[in-house]
């Protein structure tokens, strides 16, 4: 079967098709035949190379998130799933292929009518969504500021935020166009990588930060009394080694700030959380923003893109026969 591996970390270019053997399923284990693969950020870290100290080689499979047919099932896997259409995480590789195995314990069935392209829109990055509102003990009223709001993360973020209740939900992004398609979103304040703009709230009750790096303790500074900041992802790298002394510069505001990994919530929540955004999906209260799809053949193209920063939403790849 075809698979993109990374030949060469650094540039997209360093993505290879290869012929790989079909994968066996290992016990708890289910092979699915993948009709759509998520591309996400933390896929393009990986074939970067800034996550070389978790020990990915040459010739790793990039790829977490798939929508597919269960064909097969390992030792002590529900023989019941074969046959069936689902969302599945695979781990930190083996998605970009045209059959992956994942575990039994992450499958969400795809309601009828959904299609997989928007299942691995909707799915991973929902979920993380979910629980960073979660986490950041969001109440309807209050103010939401999302950084880093035009990708997958973020673009659900917005969604769940407005339809949560949000009073106020302020977005940072690089360009008026971004801007327009997140106010479409239910942004109700565009502004820029600076969270600068002719409107911009004095406050937020809530940040969700997708970006940290640098300018992370100028956003912290923005939380009102009792606000909570909550970091999901690294895009703009580490904040500065002297963060903590931020943090107590705002002792009297009562101001918490955490990180939060999806990998800290059992899996039972995980598969509960995607399949209350998948009936959501299907009432139409959310929307899969999917930026492009794309043939499997074609992941350097969208890494390419992802690099180059024009992604809005998600690109999905499918392979070819899908
Ligand atoms: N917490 C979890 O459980 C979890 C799960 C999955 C992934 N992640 C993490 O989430 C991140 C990827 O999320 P994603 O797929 O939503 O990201 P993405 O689509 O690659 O990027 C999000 C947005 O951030 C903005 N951005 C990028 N680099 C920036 C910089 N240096 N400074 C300011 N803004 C910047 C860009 O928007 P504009 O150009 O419009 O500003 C971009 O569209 C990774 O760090 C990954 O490790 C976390």
Redesign the pocket.
Known sequence: MKAVAVQAFGRPEGLAVIDVPVPVPDAGEVLIRTEAIGV???D??IRGGALAAYGFRDGHVLGSEIAGVVEAAGDGADGSWIGRRVWAFTGLGGGYAERAVAPVATLVPLPEGLAATDAVTLG??GM?AH??LRRARFAPGESVLV?????????MTVQLAARGGAGVVAV????AA?GDRLRALGATHVLD?SGDGPDAPAGYDVVID????P?MPSFFRRLEPNGRMV???????DPPADFGTELFAGFRKSLSFT?????TVPLDGWRAAIADLFEAAGRGELEAVVHEVLPLEQAVAAHRA?DG?A????IVLTPSGS
């Not at 950084?147 to 673009?155: F, H, I």
């Not at 997708?210 to 790096?213: E, L, N, S």
């Not at 990180?259 to 990998?263: I, P, Q």
């Not at 992604?311 to 998600?314: E, K, Q």
Request: hydrophobic share 45%; net charge positive.
């Open positions: 996400g950020g933390v393009a870290l991973s990055s993380v629980f960073a950084r880093g709001a035009a990708g997958g993360l973020g673009t940072t992004t690089s360009s971004r990588r997708i970006v940290a790096g300018e970091v999901i992802g690294v895009m703009g790298g990180t939060f990994s999806a990998d992802m920063g992604v809005f939403g998600r």
